[in-house]
Structure formats: C-alpha cells, structure tokens
C-alpha cells in the first residue's frame, strides 16, 4: 500500500495555528504526506448559500470565490474564527451563550453550522496501475462525499472513518475537486437544563446541558460541562476533524492486524502470540496468494496460503507464535517500554502487493478486585501496579496537532503520571497520542462516549459501528490497558460482546464507578488538611480502594492570566468573567481559592496575587498525591489501590486552571506533582507531622537514611532528625519520623527532607511551608498547611549567584546556588522572546522551588527554536524574595 498525501489546511492565523498533524504509521516505506503547508487549500461554505448540488459543487466548473478559506482537521466554527468572522470564544466570556457573540446551535438552528467543505487534488504521476483511495478518518457529524462530480457515499458518527474506492472516479492526469457536505450532531441538545431528567451528582454541577446531546455518538463534551464552557461549544464542534488520505493499493489489501500475547505467569521466558489480520479482495476476480509475516529483532516468521473470492475478507489468524525470552513492556517506573515491529504481507507470484507493519509489546495487563476491600488494582505481567493517573479532557474546540499533542504528553510524563483515562465525554484519542503512551509508559484506560449525564444514543448500529471501528484502531497499542463502556452510565447492549470478540487481552466494564472502583471526588479548592484526614469529599471517604476522580484546581501564572482576559476584567477580579471561565465558578476560584491566597496577605496586584497563587496549587496538589502514596497497597491507614486525578491538563483557557494552563504554561501544580510522584521520595503529614518514604520500583532499597530537617523563618535550623530506612519493593516506609514543634517556632517555618542511597549520595528532595495556624476541623480554612501565611512577606530579598551553560540550540542548563542566610523561596526560571512573551511549550526539569541557605540547584530547560521568533531570547530568574536577573541570549 502505498499512500501519496494527506490533504490538510494550515492555520492562516494566530487563532488557529499549529494544525499540521501526521499519521503515525505509514503503511508502506515510501508513503507520501502532503500536508497543507505544501498548498492543499481547503475552503468552505455554508450549505444554505450554495443552491447547487454536490454533483456541481465537486466540479472544477464551479466556482468557489465568496467561500472561506477552512482549516481541515478542524471545526466550522475554528475556520470562522480564523477568518475573523467571531473573536477567539476562548478570550474572557466571549463564549457566554447569553452575550450572544457567536450564535449557539441550539438558538440558531443546525442548518446555521451546516457547511460545504472543498478542496482539490492531483494524482502523482508515479502511481500507475494501481487503485486509487479516499480516506476520511473523523467526520462530526454526518457526510456526503463528492468527488468529480459523483457521490462517493456517506458518514456518520464522530469516531468512524470512511475509505472510498475512487480508482474509476479519480483523474490521473488533471485536478481533482473534493466536495464534503457536513452537517452537524443530530441532536444539538441546549445548555439549560430545563429538560432535564435528573440533576448533577453531589457536589457536581448539572452537566451535558439538557442531556439531548447524547443521543448522538459524538464528543459530549461539547454542550457544556464544568471543566470547559459551561453552556458549551457553539457549533458542537462540527467539521472534518480528523485527517483526509489518499493512498493506493492493489488488489487485496491487508487490515486490522492484531497481536495478542500471553505470557505462562510468573514464568516471563517465553510468549506465546495469536496474531491476525484481515485480507480483503477489493477486486471482481478471484485472487490467491500468501500472508507472511516477520517479528523484527526475533526469528520469528509465518506464512499461510489464502484463497478469495471476488470482493471477499477473510480473517487470517496465526496461534502458538512463541517468542523466546522476550524483552517485556512495562509501565512507568516498571521497566523498560520496549516495543517490537511486525511485518506483514501478502505475497501473489512470488511478489508482495501489499504490506503493513505495526507495532506492539509484549505484556500482559489484568485488573481484578482481588484486594481486602474488593476495590479494583491493575497488573502488569503479573505484578500489582499502584496507579497515580490522571483523566484527559480534549481540546474544547478540537484544536490538536501533533506539537501539542507532544507537548502535553511530556509534561504527563514530566509528572510522573502513570495511567491517562479517557473520559467517556471526551473523543477517542489519536494513533499519534497512542504512540506516544505506548513509548513513555502509560497505561490508558479508554471510555466510550455515554454518560450519566446524559441520555442514549438513539442509533444502537450507529454506535457499535463507531466502538468497532475505535477498538479496531487502538487494539495493538501496548498502552491500551482497560475497555469501558460509559462514564457513571450504562452499556450500549452488545458492546460488552463486541469489545470481547474484537479484542480479547484487555480487561472491560460497564461503566467508571462500578465493579471496584467507587464514585469520585473531591473536584474543587478544599483545605488541604481535610485530604489528609479523609474528609475533603462531601461523599464521605474517598481516599481508598480505586478512585477514578479526585482532584484541584491550580491558577495559572500571570503570564496565562493576561492572555485570557481583558486587563479590566483581570484586576481588580471580576467575578462574573473569573466564574465564566472557572466551569460556571465550580472550582471555587472566586471565593475558597481566592481565601487561601489571602492566607499569604492580601495581594495589591494581579501579579502578586497570581504568584501567591502559585504556593495554594503546588500546596494542594502535592497534598493529594501523597496521601494516595502513604495508604498504597494498606501500607498507611487503609487500603488504596489507585486513584485519577481530576483533571491535570485544561481544554480551554480557564481560571481554574491544572498542572500546565491551555497555553501550555506550566503552573506549579507541574512540578509539585511531579516532587510528589518521583519514584523515590520522601513526604511530609501536616496532620501528624511525620515523615513517610514512597517506592515505585520493583525492586527494595535498604539501609537508606532520611534526615528531616527544620527551619524558622530565618532559616536558622530548628531541629534535625535522622533515621535509616529499609525501603520495601513497591512500598512505602510508614511514618519513619515525627517532627516536632515548639511553641517558640516563627509563625511560618520550613521544612526540608533529604533521602539518600546507602553510601550517602541523595536521590530524593522535598521542601515544605508550614504554620502555626491550628486545625479546627473539615469545612474550615485553617490549619498550618491552609491559613496563616502572611509572615512569608517578611522575607527579605536576596540574589542568587546564577551561571548559564548553552548546551545546545534549545537546551540550557542552569546552576542556581544561594549564596545568603536567607531562605530563597519559590525561585522560578522563565523563558521570555525578544518581545516578552512566554516561550512554550518549554521543559524545565524543575521550577518554583525553594534554596536553603548554600543549597545548589541545576536546572535543564529545553524548548524549540521554531517557537522563538527573530533569534533573541532571555531568561529570566525571579522568585518571591529573589531579586529578578535577566539574560540575553540570541540563537544562531
């Protein structure tokens, strides 16, 4: 198979940028991508303005002058907003349904997003005697598809693709007009909830709008939940989303092919595979051949002879393919994630006409609730895996690309995340996002698209078709780890079945908050003492068994701030547009979250305010991470097999922002977390003032030696405090110190905690803020991680002595030493362009840490040169005593 090109737009301004996308397995050596930014212009029009039909539209006769130009992948409404038909819906409250900026579906009528999509193409000369193929691979929501005149057939369902034969249509050696008539979701549903059947959960608001959006099979999402929009994307996301292909092939073509593995657990020597493919005879003749196959850095090979009838498939299967000792695939912090190519073809006269290669592990992944509780825990070739994971929420408006996509999955890993949920109201991700999991080592559980929150799909076929077609795609990823049917919902009958029959080595069930895992929560700012005691959930306990969502809010950086908002809107806060912007106010950023950045006084300042920010986020989000470390597998107060983070990365600009804002600027939470998910790592209770150590390793650690060390204000020691440990494999040293206070201790006093191996070279730093401020108990805003901050003003300023090293063209390295008596606290590095705007995405290896007095840190920081425009560039060392240095660099 050979394919020649992908037809897709660049964005043409800054609104829409970022919007070439590849496909990541090219189904033959010399496949052809030509993207848009090699001139495939696509336009668009709305189906009410173009009276002709599509046998005139898809002709080069017609004219096409008044259309606009379209972004493909992309939406109707990203398209209108490039051309500057609507502002940015993402900017302030311009979205607000009320505000009536852009016209919602549900106001306007579906026809008002109804839309021609047209381009035009050439076939290469290179390609002779071949059959010519037309490939969409996600149309939202329903299409008819011309080409030359002549209607190719029809899609439907957001997830489906379609693959059209137009070798008898298609001009060899003249321009090819490509006509697409989309129209939207069937059943657009509306954000109010006058219809509705029943109310959101406790401590929920009410999501999915009036619930009629789930009657189609689409992103439900797109409504309005209180993680995005909360009245919901105007267009319902209407468009060619996915990526259009034209490639060629022969007579039979070679799909879906599947490796299972099994391994005889414990013994990991060996692994047996069932691999199969289906052979599809695309002809009107009978055709006869062999199906081989090769396992790439094994002796492994197969054939087998296969006969076909006219326009006949036939699933090919190869059992008892044994690979000797095989290099397994593990999750993060588990081993290595080594991934082996097959090569498959089909060979007619002694010549291959057809070949695919895939890729996939070796590994065995099953979930059971063989626990004390009966909660649900995953295994990885047999061995329990804790699960610190978090659940991903798409691009609002779908403005992906692989750059982003990329970016985001290295700040997942960044933080030590070890599982991605795709959550049933989202989409089903792409080969390239699967890729990527499947070479950093996460596992992914993915949902389909029902939730509680709304009604059924009305088309039973319509939606198996779509959850056999996503199962069929995704199968042979070594990170795929789990099937669910819905998100706190149901199952579509017969998709229990049909997930089984398609794919048999995974692990299924019905719905998110069923069959060991209970329901989630706490979703909002809560006072970080109650996470600790097991009270932040207005549902009860919830940091036990297997919990699919908990989680904060974190405010973005000032940086963000200011580009999300108009400056009157920004300071003073204006409540409405903050609320607007924070999922209808539910994260509690307005009022909660706003009181605990007053603990450290009250801010003049949005830039003072935003940086204060800053201590609440890292404080809670480390917080959670490690009372889900201290109670792992019983080793704390209960037992805890998992738990989901709600959510860490943002789908929209918003207030109540996460581990990285939409601009892909990290925030605190980043790096807090990823203090708190290190593999080794040590970690303080603030309400029992111990001292834990967590393991993530396979393997034990002993004799190693935490020292707890206390500082007042002034950073004068207070106490010091060490033990030897003897680290379990996979577990965690329950409460090795006991700090204490005394009575005479500055307001607010700092902890530091040191682990290191047993010849005494540190692995492990953590640096923690407390007060003196007392807990009065759940629902408060005391206690001395929460209130009582305000003495962190009295710090006094100081320099660091900082020296830079051009490592290479986007990578620095950083060396930060503090020179003082004085406790440097928060220092943050930051990358700015010759204009002052953030450089992103951008990596630091750390950030918005704290330097005892003498204390040395280096930093790495790599970015892209492409995303620094003109060749200048600085950095910028600040903090919140540290007096900011600024340096310039130019790149050559």
């Keep these: 198979?050979?394919?020649?090109?992908?037809?897709?737009?660049?964005?043409?301004?800054?609104?829409?940028?970022?919007?070439?996308?590849?496909?990541?397995?090219?189904?033959?050596?010399?496949?052809?991508?030509?993207?848009?930014?090699?001139?495939?212009?696509?336009?668009?029009?709305?189906?009410?303005?173009?009276?002709?039909?599509?046998?005139?539209?898809?002709?080069?006769?017609?004219?096409?002058?008044?259309?606009?130009?379209?972004?493909?992948?992309?939406?109707?409404?990203?398209?209108?907003?490039?051309?500057?038909?609507?502002?940015?819906?993402?900017?302030?409250?311009?979205?607000?349904?009320?505000?009536?900026?852009?016209?919602?579906?549900?106001?306007?009528?579906?026809?008002?997003?109804?839309?021609w999509f047209r381009t035009s193409f050439r076939i290469p000369a290179t390609v002779k005697g071949k059959r010519i193929w037309l490939k969409l691979h996600g149309i939202n929501y329903r299409s008819d598809i011309w080409l030359n005149g002549k209607q190719l057939g029809s899609m439907a369902g957001m997830f489906n693709a379609g693959a059209f034969d137009i070798t008898n249509i298609a001009k060899r050696n003249g321009e090819n007009i490509l006509a697409v008539n989309v129209t939207p979701v069937d059943t657009p549903g509306q954000s109010d909830y006058k219809n509705k059947q029943r109310t959101g959960a406790i401590g929920e608001n009410r999501n999915g709008g009036d619930g009629l959006i789930g009657r189609n099979v689409t992103m439900l999402m797109s409504v309005g939940w209180d993680f995005t929009f909360p009245d919901g994307v105007r267009d319902r996301n209407t468009g060619i989303w996915r990526d259009v292909e034209i490639y060629s092939t022969d007579d039979v073509v070679l799909e879906h092919p599947f490796v299972y593995s099994k391994l005889p657990l414990p013994d990991t020597t060996s692994s047996t595979q069932t691999i199969s493919v289906e052979v599809r005879n695309v002809s009107d003749q009978p055709q006869q051949g062999i199906v081989k196959g090769a396992i790439k850095g094994t002796a492994v090979s197969f054939r087998q002879p296969v006969n076909l009838s006219a326009h006949e498939t036939k699933t090919i299967t190869f059992e008892n393919i044994v690979i000797k000792n095989p290099k397994l695939w593990w999750p993060l912090n588990k081993g290595e994630q080594h991934l082996y190519t097959m090569d498959l073809s089909f060979e007619r006269q002694a010549k291959a006409i057809h070949s695919v290669s895939t890729r996939f592990g070796v590994r065995e992944i099953t979930s059971d609730q063989q626990t004390p509780d009966k909660s649900r825990r995953f295994l990885?070739?047999?061995?329990?895996?804790?699960?610190?994971?978090?659940?991903?929420?798409?691009?609002?408006?779908?403005?992906?690309?692989?750059?982003?996509?990329?970016?985001?999955?290295?700040?997942?890993?960044?933080?030590?995340?070890?599982?991605?949920?795709?959550?049933?109201?989202?989409?089903?991700?792409?080969?390239?996002?699967?890729?990527?999991?499947?070479?950093?080592?996460?596992?992914?559980?993915?949902?389909?698209?029902?939730?509680?929150?709304?009604?059924?799909?009305?088309?039973?076929?319509?939606?198996?078709?779509?959850?056999?077609?996503?199962?069929?795609?995704?199968?042979?990823?070594?990170?795929?780890?789990?099937?669910?049917?819905?998100?706190?919902?149901?199952?579509?009958?017969?998709?229990?079945?049909?997930?089984?029959?398609?794919?048999?080595?995974?692990?299924?069930?019905?719905?998110?908050?069923?069959?060991?895992?209970?329901?989630?929560?706490?979703?909002?700012?809560?006072?970080?003492?109650?996470?600790?005691?097991?009270?932040?959930?207005?549902?009860?306990?919830?940091?036990?068994?297997?919990?699919?969502?908990?989680?904060?809010?974190c405010l973005p950086t000032v940086e963000s701030l200011r580009e999300m908002m108009p400056a009157k809107d920004l300071w003073p806060i204006v409540d409405s547009v903050w609320n607007y912007m924070d999922g209808g106010g539910f994260h509690q950023i307005t009022t909660k979250y706003r009181q605990a950045v007053n603990e450290f006084g009250e801010s003049s300042s949005i830039e003072e305010f935003a940086k204060k920010a800053q201590f609440v986020g890292a404080m809670n989000y480390r917080a959670i991470w490690e009372v889900w470390n201290y109670n792992k597998f019983g080793y704390g107060d209960r037992w805890a097999s998992g738990f989901l983070f709600w959510y860490h990365n943002s789908p929209v600009r918003q207030t109540g922002g996460r581990m990285y804002d939409w601009s892909l600027e990290p925030t605190a939470a980043l790096y807090y977390s990823q203090n708190a998910l290190e593999p080794l790592h040590a970690q303080f209770d603030y309400l029992k003032n111990t001292v834990s150590v967590y393991n993530d390793f396979r393997k034990a650690f002993p004799q190693y030696r935490l020292t707890a060390t206390v500082y007042n204000l002034h950073a004068e020691i207070i106490s010091s405090k060490e033990v030897k440990v003897d680290i379990p494999a996979d577990g965690t040293v329950k409460d090795a110190i006991t700090l204490d206070?005394?009575?005479?201790?500055?307001?607010?006093?700092?902890?530091?905690?040191?682990?290191?191996?047993?010849?005494?070279?540190?692995?492990?730093?953590?640096?923690?803020?407390?007060?003196?401020?007392?807990?009065?108990?759940?629902?408060?805003?005391?206690?001395?991680?929460?209130?009582?901050?305000?003495?962190?003003?009295?710090?006094?300023?100081?320099?660091?002595?900082?020296?830079?090293?051009?490592?290479?063209?986007?990578?620095?390295?950083?060396?930060?030493?503090?020179?003082?008596?004085?406790?440097?606290?928060?220092?943050?590095?930051?990358?700015?362009?010759?204009?002052?705007?953030?450089?992103?995405?951008?990596?630091?290896?750390?950030?918005?840490?704290?330097?005892?007095?003498?204390?040395?840190?280096?930093?790495?920081?790599?970015?892209?040169?492409?995303?620094?425009?003109?060749?200048?560039?600085?950095?910028?060392?600040?903090?919140?005593?540290?007096?900011?240095?600024?340096?310039?660099?130019?790149?050559?």
């Design 741 to 892: 206070f005394p009575d005479n201790i500055t307001p607010v006093h700092f902890i530091s905690l040191e682990l290191s191996d047993a010849g005494g070279k540190p692995v492990a730093r953590s640096f923690y803020w407390r007060s003196k401020d007392a807990y009065e108990g759940k629902w408060t805003m005391t206690g001395p991680a929460t209130a009582g901050f305000q003495q962190i003003n009295d710090l006094p300023a100081i320099q660091l002595k900082t020296t830079v090293k051009v490592v290479k063209e986007g990578e620095l390295e950083v060396t930060l030493r503090n020179p003082t008596k004085v406790m440097a606290f928060f220092t943050r590095l930051k990358l700015q362009d010759q204009h002052g705007k953030s450089i992103r995405p951008a990596f630091y290896t750390d950030n918005f840490f704290s330097l005892t007095p003498g204390e040395t840190r280096t930093v790495k920081i790599r970015f892209s040169k492409e995303d620094v425009p003109g060749k200048a560039y600085r950095l910028i060392t600040e903090g919140w005593n540290v007096q900011p240095e600024v340096r310039e660099f130019k790149l050559k």
């Design 1 to 115: 198979m050979k394919r020649l090109l992908v037809l897709s737009f660049i964005a043409f301004s800054a609104a829409s940028s970022a919007q070439v996308k590849t496909l990541s397995h090219p189904s033959a050596p010399d496949a052809v991508f030509l993207h848009s930014s090699l001139g495939h212009t696509w336009q668009m029009q709305r189906f009410d303005k173009v009276p002709e039909n599509g046998s005139k539209v898809s002709t080069s006769a017609y004219a096409a002058g008044d259309w606009l130009r379209a972004i493909v992948p992309g939406t109707v409404l990203n398209s209108l907003v490039a051309n500057n038909v609507y502002p940015d819906p993402y900017i302030g409250d311009i979205n607000r349904r009320e505000r009536k900026v852009i016209p919602d579906i549900a106001d306007a009528g579906r026809e008002f997003y109804h839309y």
């Design 380 to 553: 990885v070739n047999g061995h329990p895996v804790f699960i610190r994971g978090t659940n991903w929420i798409p691009d609002a408006m779908l403005r992906n690309s692989v750059k982003r996509t990329h970016a985001e999955l290295e700040y997942t890993r960044q933080a030590g995340l070890n599982l991605i949920r795709f959550w049933g109201g989202g989409i089903a991700e792409s080969d390239y996002f699967f890729d990527r999991c499947d070479e950093l080592g996460f596992l992914v559980w993915n949902e389909y698209w029902m939730t509680g929150d709304t009604r059924y799909p009305a088309d039973k076929e319509l939606y198996l078709a779509n959850m056999a077609a996503t199962v069929k795609r995704i199968r042979n990823h070594a990170s795929l780890a789990y099937h669910v049917s819905s998100n706190e919902s149901t199952e579509m009958p017969g998709a229990p079945e049909l997930i089984r029959s398609l794919d048999p080595s995974r692990g299924y069930q019905m719905q998110s908050e069923c069959c060991g895992v209970h329901d989630g929560s706490p979703y909002k700012y809560e006072n970080p003492m109650q996470y600790f005691e097991n009270t932040a959930s207005p549902r009860g306990s919830r940091v036990d068994g297997f919990n699919p969502e908990y989680g904060t809010p």
